[in-house]
């Protein structure tokens, strides 16, 4: 019983703290950049970041333009909020945005933290973790 009572301690105190995994931001959600997100729907080509990244949330909700790996959002549902990516802080590694400005297809996890702040990072945000 006295090996017992400190097990249970612990097994409660690990219960009972956050995970490690935990997100504490507006939103996060995994995409593809792919070409059909560098062209807008009036078939102008896209030539900055911040265009692509609005044109891959209105290809997800608003034309049904979805890469495989694209999740939703629940931020940039309308025109209106897509706006947000002209006037944010994007936060993003700039050999990263030199890959997506060359046309290069990439998969990126978008984390919305504040409704001026944005971290894009590369690869893919496995949601059941943590």
Do not use: W
């Not at 792919?34 to 078939?43: L, P, T």
């Not at 896209?46 to 790996?69: E, K, P, S």
């Not at 939703?72 to 994007?90: E, G, K, P, W, Y």
């Amino acid at each position: 019983m006295k090996r017992l009572i400190p097990l249970l301690v612990l097994a409660l105190l690990c219960f009972s703290l956050p995970r490690a995994g935990a997100y504490d931001g507006l939103d996060l959600y995994n995409c593809r950049i792919s070409g059909k997100d560098r062209v807008n729907s009036r078939g102008n080509q896209l030539t900055t970041l911040r265009d692509i990244l609005a044109q891959d949330r209105a290809n997800y909700h608003r034309f049904g333009r979805r890469d495989r790996v694209d999740e939703s959002d629940m931020v940039f549902v309308t025109i209106a909020s897509r706006n947000l990516f002209q006037f944010a802080r994007i936060r993003i590694d700039p050999a990263l945005k030199r890959r997506i400005l060359a046309g290069e297809n990439v998969n990126l996890s978008v984390f919305v933290l504040r409704r001026d702040l944005i971290d894009v990072q590369e690869g893919l945000i496995d949601h059941s973790v943590g």
